[in-house]
């Protein structure tokens, strides 16, 4: 799980003193991050000063995870690290928002020794009026018990816009929200329940944010969703991400579009001509298939067949030279055989994919598979699990080889210690690979250039810049 703290110093020191200050945790996906930038741009807008060390802080906020059990046990035990500092009086208060509460509502205060306050996934703006009445109540009310503020809505909006947001990635790329919610039905997801119906956002919302965020000086732009593929069917009765994908390309200062969560369903012929024409779009495809035989996928309800997808990513190869694929596998879900299993590890080897992910498969109360016969012991989800990863591996570290002697485009994220760290256009930011670069001339942050790859180290490569 990816965890974002809120780093950067408050830039009205002069005040700082008299300000109300909240320290910020985002758990989960770059879906989560975003929403945690929204909260952190009200909150700043508000008044609140921004610390970057809990103990500096009258509140904690935790946005929250509750995609998979794991996730929501780091969640818990985050929060339950900040409830300890409340109770040792080093904060004030612990605010908890996201999935979790918007999961479990109201009740999750009864399983957390009573957090001060509750916020789900909508009323993004309501953030700082709830700290504030918090923070009035405990200085009315020192030594009186208070009971917890719940702020979590079941109507959720047909989208939220994300402007105006406190960013807590590096200035140079950022996460676009296409579209929120999901209509697809596969058995293992909870997410539908959590967030709603599939809901796109208007595309010249999405175009203002755009505009907004390559004018603070963004030029990677990764596009975000339950599926980015999907954006449009409900607003616009089409699939109109090509058509978005060449109207994003025409903003100045856009350098690099970068498409994440493409469910296999809704990559058309269009999409792959759009991303194998247009020179902005990445040769790059995160296309989630979670699985590759045809008895599997219809007990996860994916929606596609064996053969579909076989074709798909055929079509991917052929059409977009020099593509990264990345995907995610699901091992050990009710139903997966021995020859289930084997199978799927031969798909692999023939696949070939650049990027992949593998989860063992997480019984989660609520969604289809929950009560499914054929469950997979532990034991054997973990045989399971470590076989991809070390075939996976294998494949990995054989692409990064062939690199090796070949130019690639690279953006430059950091320099540590006299060497820069960059991503090739192949690796998006915090789940993929990165590139460990030396030059011998001024390199600056946040630029595109042509590297010269020459090692690798694991999954990362080694190149430099003339």
Not at 108 to 115: D, G, P, Q, S, T
Not at 117 to 138: A, E, P, V, Y
Not at 287 to 305: A, F, S, V, W
Not at 316 to 344: C, H, S
Request: charged letters at 30%; hydrophobic letters at 35%.
């Amino acid at each position: 799980m990816n965890r974002h703290h809120y780093s950067k110093k408050p830039s009205d020191v002069r005040t700082i003193d008299t300000m109300p200050k909240v320290s910020f945790i985002s758990l989960g996906c770059p879906k989560n991050l975003v929403d945690s930038e929204v909260l952190l741009g009200n909150l700043s807008k508000d008044g609140f000063a921004i610390c970057e060390n809990y103990e500096d802080s009258d509140v904690v906020i935790i946005n929250t995870c509750s995609f998979l059990k794991e996730s929501e046990d780091e969640s818990i035990g985050v929060i339950e690290d900040a409830l300890k500092l409340r109770n040792e009086g080093k904060v004030k208060a612990v605010v908890v928002t996201g999935c979790l509460p918007q999961r479990y509502g109201p009740a999750i205060a009864e399983r957390l020794n009573r957090v001060d306050g509750i916020l789900g996934i909508t009323n993004r703006d309501t953030i700082s009026k709830l700290c504030s009445d918090i923070l009035r109540q405990k200085t009315a009310n020192t030594n009186t018990p208070l009971p917890t503020r719940s702020l979590v809505s079941a109507d959720l909006p047909k989208y939220e816009v994300d402007r105006d947001r406190l960013r807590l990635t590096p200035r140079h790329f950022a996460y676009i929200r296409l579209s929120e919610g999901c209509d697809h039905t596969c058995a293992f997801c909870i997410i539908p329940q959590i967030r709603g119906k599939f809901r796109s956002k208007p595309m010249e919302v999405i175009l203002d944010e755009v505009r907004e965020l390559a004018d603070d000086g963004a030029v990677e732009l990764n596009l975000i969703a339950q599926d980015t593929t999907m954006y449009g069917l409900d607003i616009y009765r089409r699939l109109a991400l090509p058509e978005l994908l060449d109207k994003i390309s025409n903003i100045d200062g856009v350098k690099w579009i970068r498409l994440l969560y493409c469910y296999p369903t809704f990559v058309t012929d269009k999409l792959i001509k759009t991303i194998a024409e247009n020179p902005k779009v990445v040769k790059y495809i995160d296309l989630p298939i979670q699985h590759t035989k045809e008895k599997i996928l219809r007990l996860m309800r994916r929606g596609i067949t064996e053969t579909r997808q076989k074709e798909l990513i055929e079509s991917l190869r052929k059409n977009v030279p020099n593509i990264f694929i990345r995907t995610t596998i699901i091992v050990g879900f009710p139903g997966e055989a021995d020859n289930d299993f084997n199978q799927l590890a031969n798909d692999i080897e023939e696949f070939q994919f650049e990027r992949l992910g593998t989860f063992r498969y997480s019984e989660e109360k609520g969604t289809r598979a929950y009560d499914m016969e054929g469950k997979v012991p532990d034991e054997e989800k973990e045989k399971r699990f470590n076989h991809i990863m070390a075939l996976q591996q294998r494949i990995a570290f054989k692409k990064n080889r062939e690199l090796i002697g070949k130019k690639v485009e690279v953006i430059v994220d950091n320099r540590v210690d006299g060497l820069y760290e960059g991503r090739t256009y192949g690796d998006a930011p915090d789940v993929d690979g990165t590139i460990f670069i030396k030059s011998n001339q001024r390199i600056d942050v946040g630029k595109i250039y042509n590297a010269h790859v020459t090692d690798t180290q694991n999954y990362d490569l080694v190149g430099s810049i003339k």
